[in-house]
């Protein structure tokens, strides 16, 4: 297995937070000295746009990688931020349920290849809203799942067929497959349903939730559309000091179980 950890950051509900955490995770924990990858395993390409790789410099992508064409080091790209490189998306992910469903081994495309990954610390892989084969592959070649809930009604029950899907690929294919965390986001102190829900949360999951909980915060917003993370956006909003502490937390999270 490759030395690097590795975290999918999934949930088949859409618009939860995925990518916003896989962006700021990855460029906090970049700036604590931690080497990152961050996969766009989403056709959407919203990680891609988010730290700055225009559509033109997506030709070797994500889709490359599982369909075999090329290694890792072929498809990282360096981005602003010192110590963080991803791997970007097109679209050509989204024929990919359909064009490598037959492909022997189809669940273990991407598991081949992060195993030759060295000299890096931490990879974090931004699954598309969709527990399909692209969220599989991300699973089977993890480490863990990281999975951001929005603090709203119906998060917990989407969070019972996400934890179903962890225990069939446990099942299947990769045994060790832990849950790294489950992070609250878009949270709202002012709103009593989004405060139950958390403390809903937190009673049937206790442990795994993180003390971390993000904010809604319009600057974590509006990040994305200037191709930065909030980190090197705006350094000191509140979106910031919340995805710097995850990253403290998560890595005294790995520290604890090492
Ligand atoms: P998809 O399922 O489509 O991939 P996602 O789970 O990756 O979505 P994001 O794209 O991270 O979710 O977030 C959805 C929208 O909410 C985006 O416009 C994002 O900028 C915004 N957003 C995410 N987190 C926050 C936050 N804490 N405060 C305010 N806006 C947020
Ligand atoms: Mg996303």
Known sequence: MSEARIVAVANQK?????????????????????RVIIIDLDPQGNAS??????????QTNAYDLLSGEQDLAQTLQDTDINNLRIVPSNHDLASADFQLSSRPGRTQLLRRKLSQATGFDYILIDCPPALGLLTVNAMVAADSVLVPLQAEFYALEGLSQLLMTVREVRQAANPDLRIE?????????????????????????????????????????EAPSHAMPVLQYDPHSKGSAAYRELAKEFLSRQLATA
């Open 14 to 34: 859409g618009g939860v937070g995925k990518t916003t955490t896989a962006i700021n995770l990855g460029a906090a924990l970049a700036e604590q000295g931690q």
């Open 49 to 58: 746009t988010g730290l700055g790789v225009p559509l033109e410099e997506r």
């Open 181 to 221: 965390g489950i992070l609250l986001t878009m949270s709202d102190s002012r709103n009593n349903l989004s405060q139950q829900v958390e403390a809903d949360a937190r009673s049937t999951l206790s442990g795994l939730v993180y003390k971390t909980v993000i904010p809604r915060n319009v600057r974590l917003s």
